[in-house]
C-alpha cells in the first residue's frame, strides 16, 4: 500500500469533526457569476489654477455610474538654484503638499482628510510589497530629496509626476463606489488645499517655484442597462467611514489630559506628538512634517527609497576604491584611488516616542489602564493593523480589524458625555511648545434618495 493511501484509510472518530459531512471540496473550483460592468479612468480639472498655497475645487462630471477611486495628480516643476546654493524637495511632498481634501456632496462636507494624516494611515495600512512604488509615486525618492548643489545655475531636480491616492470611503471599496447615477439633483465637489511653497522645500531657489499643473484621475465604474436602472431608482444607505479631527492641542508640561470631543461609533484613535521645533524653519534639511519623535532628525533627514522603518532615513557616507594590484602586505595601493559615495540606511531617529504613557477615560472611569507609549506604538498596531507604522505613531483600536469596512467593534463616543486621553511625554518633548493631533475614524450613514445625498447622524 503507498503512503498516501495509508494515509486515506487512517481516518478515526476525530476526523469526523474535519471531514464529516464534507460542504466543499478543493479539487473543482466554483465561482459566482457578476453583473457586466467597465471601468475607466477620466482626467477631472480642477475650477481656477491649482497652486501652491491656493484652494481649489473640482466639480466631478458625471462621466460614468459610479466613482471609485480618485488620485491627485500634480505635477512638481524642475528647480534651478543660483551658483553655490543648494535645493531640495521635503520628504514625503505628495503628502506635504496636501493641507486638507474634502469631498462634498449637495453643499455638505461628508468627510475631510489631511496630509497629515494620510501619511499616518499610509504608515500602518500600507502592504510592505507596495512601499517602494507609493514612496516612488508621491515624490520620495532621492531625485528629488536629495539636498542638491550646483556651481552652474543649473537645475537641481528634475520635472516629476507625482500620484497621490485619495482615501475617502468610496475610494477603498468597490461596494462603497458612489453612486453618481442616483445623484441627479447634488453635484459632487472634491476640494483640495495645497501648502504653501516655503513648507514643501528647503534651499534657494533662483525663483519661487510654481505647481507645472494639477489635476485629479477618477475611476469611472459604467454599470450594464438592468442594474443602472435600478441604482437610478432606487434608495441607497451606504455605512460609510469618516475621519475626525478637532484640532492641534498645545502641551507644554509633561503632564496633560486632552479632552476628546468626538462622535458616532468610532473603531479607533491615533496620536502623534509633535515639538514645535521638528517643524521649525530653521531646521538642517527642512521642516520635518512627518517626524514625529521628540527630537530633530540628525540624519539631515536625506531619505530615498525604500524609507527607513525606523523613522530615519537614507544617508550618504564616504567610499574609497582603490587597485590593490601592486599593494604592499596590509595596504592597497595608492595607484587608481577613487573617491565616492554611497548610500546606507541610519539605524533611527535621535528621537524616541515623545508619549512615554497614556490612559484612556470615559465619563471619569478608566477604559484601560496606564500604558507605556511602546505599547501604543508598537504592539497595538502590530495587532490590529498591516504594519507596525514609524517611531511616535500611537493607536489604540476598539475593533479587532480597523482597517477592514466590515464592523469589527466600535465604541459610541455620541454616547460619552466626557472622554479624556491622558498623556505623559518626555521631557523633550516639552522642551518647548509641541502640538497634539488626535484622529479619530468613525462609522456613519450616507442615505441617497430621490436624487440627493446626505448623511443620517450629523456631528
Known amino acids: 500500500m503507498g503512503g498516501g493511501l495509508m494515509q486515506l484509510v487512517a481516518y478515526g472518530a476525530q476526523d469526523i ?11 473543482k473550483v466554483v465561482y459566482r457569476r457578476h453583473t457586466n460592468f467597465s471601468m475607466e479612468a477620466i482626467e477631472q480639472t480642477f475650477n481656477g489654477s491649482a497652486d501652491f498655497g491656493k484652494r481649489v475645487t473640482c466639480t466631478v462630471s458625471r462621466n ?14 524642475s528647480v534651478n538654484v543660483a551658483s553655490g546654493s543648494s535645493f531640495r524637495w521635503l520628504n514625503h511632498l505628495g503628502h506635504v503638499l496636501i493641507k486638507y481634501a474634502e469631498v462634498e456632496i449637495g453643499g455638505q462636507r461628508i468627510d475631510k482628510h489631511y496630509g497629515d494624516w494620510m501619511h499616518i494611515w499610509n504608515e500602518l495600512s500600507q ?9 516612488n509615486m508621491i515624490g520620495n525618492v532621492p531625485a528629488l530629496t536629495l539636498n542638491t548643489t ?47 511653497a516655503s513648507d514643501c522645500y528647503s534651499g534657494t531657489p533662483t525663483a519661487a517655484p510654481s505647481l507645472a499643473a494639477a489635476s485629479l484621475f ?98 550618504m557616507q564616504p567610499v574609497t576604491v582603490a587597485n590593490a594590484s601592486d599593494a604592499g602586505p ?19 531617529d535621535t528621537g524616541f516616542n515623545p508619549v512615554f504613557s497614556a490612559k484612556l477615560q470615559l465619563n471619569g472611569h478608566d477604559r484601560f489602564s ?35 469596512h466590515q464592523p469589527s467593534g466600535t465604541c459610541n463616543m ?37 436624487g440627493m445625498g446626505g448623511l443620517a447622524y450629523s456631528n
Not at 592597497?332 to 559615495?341: K, M
Not at 496606564?370 to 504594519?387: A, D, I, S
Open 17 to 27: 469533526y474535519l471531514t464529516g459531512n464534507p460542504q466543499i471540496t478543493f479539487f
Open 64 to 77: 460614468g455610474d459610479l466613482m471609485h477611486r480618485v488620485y491627485l495628480q500634480v505635477t512638481v516643476p
Open 127 to 135: 502592504e510592505a510589497g507596495k512601499k517602494a512604488g507609493y514612496a
Open 150 to 196: 550646483d556651481a552652474n545655475n543649473a537645475s537641481v531636480t528634475p520635472e516629476m509626476d507625482l500620484y497621490i491616492p485619495l482615501e475617502f470611503w468610496f475610494c477603498r471599496n468597490p461596494g462603497l463606489a458612489l453612486p453618481l447615477i442616483a445623484l441627479q439633483y447634488h453635484e459632487v465637489k472634491i476640494n483640495i488645499e495645497f501648502r504653501g
Open 218 to 315: 477618477v475611476d469611472y465604474i459604467y454599470l450594464d442597462t438592468d442594474e443602472r436602472r435600478r441604482f437610478a431608482q432606487v434608495s441607497h444607505e451606504y455605512l460609510i467611514e469618516q475621519v475626525q479631527f478637532t484640532g492641534d492641542e498645545s502641551v507644554s508640561s509633561v503632564s496633560n489630559k486632552i479632552k476628546l470631543n468626538f462622535n458616532h461609533p468610532c473603531k479607533e484613535l491615533i496620536w502623534v506628538v509633535q515639538p514645535d521645533a521638528n517643524i521649525a524653519s530653521t531646521v538642517t534639511g527642512g521642516k520635518q512634517w512627518f517626524n514625529y519623535t521628540d527630537a530633530v532628525d540628525t540624519t539631515d533627514y536625506l531619505t530615498g527609497n525604500p524609507d527607513d522603518p525606523y523613522g530615519g532615513g537614507l544617508v
Open 330 to 348: 596590509g595596504y592597497p595601493s595608492s595607484t587608481g584611488q577613487q573617491t565616492g559615495n554611497y548610500i546606507q540606511w541610519s539605524a533611527k
Open 370 to 404: 496606564e500604558r507605556m507609549g511602546r505599547y501604543f506604538n508598537l504592539v497595538q498596531p502590530y495587532q490590529h493593523h498591516t504594519n507596525v507604522p514609524k517611531t511616535g505613531i500611537n493607536v489604540y483600536s476598539f475593533g479587532l480589524k480597523p482597517e477592514e
Open 414 to 450: 455620541s454616547r460619552i458625555d466626557n472622554a479624556t486621553l491622558q498623556l505623559t511625554l518626555t521631557a523633550a518633548a516639552v522642551a518647548g511648545d509641541a502640538k497634539v493631533r488626535v484622529y479619530a475614524t468613525n462609522y456613519n450613514v450616507l442615505r441617497i434618495m430621490s
